[in-house]
Structure formats: structure tokens, C-alpha cells
């Protein structure tokens, strides 16, 4: 019943409507699909304003989200940023409802039901859905806490070859003992931990232990993501996830707040560093939030976390992807939502604390895919 009052009281909010200039240079990638032609699956142009407001005028209610991303940046500072189009976060929406059983499956019998201090619904569906459908031969894991990003990385990958990198032998947050991988996992925790940056891994290369060109990076470790950036570089690592990409001056830790996550990156207008970056890329792609942060009740009382990694209804759209299913405007999403909820025992109002953690769990994770170094360079490094 809460959730039938939650979708009769909805109102349209106007920081949905967006007006995009038909002379926009700007290219676009966008993530908004029209659900009401469901045959258009991309759009690589953009409408007219006059197609924009016939579109809202028939649904009665928005169309698009405001935050679509642009490839463009150089002058400006970039709230949402794409590049490339493919890859394995393209359209995750439809990904996710041809999968939705399955995943449902695997996230009730995750290890931690409450996973306090990491991954909650969104974040472990991103890890899922790249891993499934990359299929790397090997995948490492820098920060694994409590074993939950290991869990869906394996249910992913049943063959890859994983290597889970944590300082820590037991989980934080006083969460219960660590989800262990028996199946094809070299652990390098606690009296066994070497960082990421000094692991040797041209040797392991050189070993053929480990194929760079087919390798998924998860990094959580909260070290400042681009300081990983010379090793990823130097040994050819070119598939990787960042778990914490945090927006411009949020972050659990110092590091986190220093300007190193790529969403942070981007939103400079003159760093030398991102500029690097955004043109040694071949793909870019924050994965969407599976809810709009809007959906949360009114009745709800949850604060704004400072340091972020959870959305709330006073943030600014413009910065986050179009979510995954729009319960809002779409009856058969919302019919999804209900699924979901009824099949994890949540509450698709989240007004409860862990229904809310739950759902609104999201910190911008990303993919990305750099440009292979040119063959010269693998030569002269022993990487060719």
C-alpha cells in the first residue's frame, strides 16, 4: 500500500526539464532512451526543443533527465562527462531487466545482508553486470573488506582468475567474518598484503600469469584513484572500475577529497592532468543509480551525508545519470521496483534506514577503458 501512496502523491519536479539548444555543438552520448518508442534504443543527436516539448506534453510528466552527459570538456567544468559509446555500461537498463531474476538470486544469498561499510544494491550491480559482460581472464580487487565485491565478481566470472588486495585480514566496521573465494583466488591480505603500485607485475606478465588486455581493475582502496594511474599505464592494465568516485569535495577519507577520482577530474577547468585523461580514454561511464533519489518519501528523515556515497532528494540531478528504472513515468518499471522490493524486503519508500541505505547506496562508480599504449612504448617497457 506504501508504495501505490508514493506514486499517487508524486509530482513532477521542474529541476527535470532541460532545454538543449538545437545549435549545441557539444557531442552527445546520452543515457535517456525514449520509453515511449521503446524501437529507439540510442539517439546519437540531439531533438529540437520543439520534439522536446511535444514529448513532455504527451507523457504529462518529464522525459529527460537533466543530467545527460556530454564528450565535450575543455572550458567548462563537466557535472556528468561520457566517452565512447559501446562498452559494458551501455544500455545497463536493458541489461538489467533481461537478468533481473538471476541478480535478484544472487543479492538475496549475498554474504552480508547489511554490507555497512561497502557495496549495497547499485554498486553490486555494477560490478555484476561489467564483470558478465566483459568476461576478463583475470580480475583484481584492491580493497575487498568484508569479501561482497569478490562474491559478485566470482558469481560473474565462475572462470576468471581473481586477486583480492587488502592491509586488513578481518572486515571493518565490525561487519562479520570475510566472504572467502575456494575457486581460483590468490589472496594478498594482512601478513600477505602487498600494495597495488608495488606488486611486480611485469614479472607476473612476463610469466604469462596474467594477460594485461584482458584484465578488470576494481580499485577501493580510497588511495586517490589517477595516483594508480602511472601503474595502470606502465603495465598495460586498461579495463577498470572506480568504486568511490566521488563528486568535487566529498570523500570518506583525505585522499578521497584531494581531486584524484575522474568525476572530480573532470570538473576542473584547468588541470593538465584531466585533460591527459579524458583524451587517453576510450571509454568513460558512471554507472547509473538504479532509483532517482527523488523516489525517496517525504515522510523520510534521512540526513545529507557530507562526505556522500548516498543520494538524497536535495542533490543536484545534473551531476547523476539518468537512473535505471523511472517508477515515476514508467508502469512496468514500476512494477520492476515493487519485484525488487518484495523479493529483498525493502521498502520502496525508504522511509526505514535500510531500505534507504539500501536503495540509495550510490557514489558515482565508473567504468573505464584507457587507450592501449602505443606499440613502441610495450616494446620498450618489455610489455610487447
Known amino acids: 500500500m506504501a ?3 508514493l506514486f499517487q502523491n508524486f509530482k513532477p519536479n521542474t529541476r527535470w526539464h532541460r532545454s538543449l539548444r538545437a545549435d549545441d555543438n557539444h557531442s552527445n552520448n546520452s543515457s535517456s532512451n525514449s520509453r515511449n518508442n521503446p524501437s529507439n534504443k540510442t539517439n546519437p543527436t540531439r531533438e529540437s526543443p520543439a520534439v522536446l516539448e511535444q514529448t513532455n506534453k504527451e507523457t504529462t510528466l518529464p522525459s529527460l533527465w537533466p543530467g545527460i552527459p556530454t564528450r565535450a570538456w575543455k572550458t567548462t567544468p563537466m557535472k556528468l562527462v561520457r566517452i565512447g559509446t559501446g562498452g559494458p555500461v551501455e544500455k545497463a537498463r536493458e541489461f538489467l531487466l533481461d537478468h533481473l531474476d538471476e541478480f535478484l538470486d544472487l543479492y538475496q544469498k549475498r554474504p552480508h545482508q547489511s554490507n555497512t561499510c561497502g557495496m549495497r544494491l547499485s554498486h553490486s ?13 583475470t580480475i583484481i580487487e584492491s580493497g575487498i573488506n568484508a569479501g561482497q565485491s569478490t562474491y559478485f565478481f566470482r558469481k560473474a566470472c565462475p572462470q576468471a582468475k581473481i586477486i583480492s588486495i587488502d592491509p586488513l585480514e578481518t572486515p571493518i566496521c565490525q561487519q562479520a567474518a570475510r566472504w572467502i573465494d575456494t575457486t581460483n583466488n590468490e589472496y594478498m591480505t594482512g601478513k600477505k598484503f602487498t600494495d597495488f603500485d608495488a606488486i611486480n607485475w611485469q614479472e607476473r606478465i612476463a610469466n604469462q600469469d596474467i594477460d594485461p588486455a584482458t584484465t578488470l581493475i576494481l580499485m577501493d582502496d580510497h588511495q586517490g584513484f589517477f595516483n594508480r594511474m602511472k601503474t595502470f599505464v606502465r603495465y598495460g592494465f586498461r579495463h577498470l572500475i572506480n568504486d568511490d568516485n566521488y563528486k568535487w569535495n566529498e570523500g570518506a577519507t583525505r585522499l578521497d577529497k584531494e581531486g584524484w577520482m575522474p568525476k572530480q577530474m573532470f570538473y576542473q577547468t584547468a588541470s593538465s592532468n584531466a585533460e591527459w585523461l579524458f583524451y587517453n580514454l576510450r571509454h568513460y561511464a ?3 543509480p538504479l532509483l ?10 534521512h540526513a545529507k551525508k557530507v562526505q556522500g556515497g548516498f543520494l538524497h532528494p536535495t542533490d543536484d540531478l545534473t551531476s547523476i545519470e539518468e537512473p535505471l528504472l523511472r517508477p515515476e513515468l514508467d508502469s ?6 515493487e519485484r525488487i522490493a518484495l523479493a529483498l524486503n525493502l521498502d520502496a519508500t525508504m522511509v526505514d534506514a535500510e531500505s534507504y541505505q539500501e536503495f540509495m547506496g550510490y ?6 577503458e584507457l587507450i592501449p599504449l602505443a606499440p613502441m612504448l610495450q616494446s620498450a617497457w618489455g610489455l610487447g
Open 363 to 368: 557514489c558515482f562508480i565508473c567504468y573505464l
Open 125 to 137: 550491480l555494477a560490478i555484476w553486470t561489467i564483470a558478465k559482460r566483459l568476461q576478463p581472464t
Open 3 to 5: 508504495l501505490v501512496v
Open 292 to 301: 532517482s533519489p527523488l523516489l525517496v518519501s517525504k515522510n523520510a528523515t
Open 332 to 337: 512496468n518499471d514500476r512494477k520492476v521496483l
Open 286 to 288: 558512471e554507472f547509473p
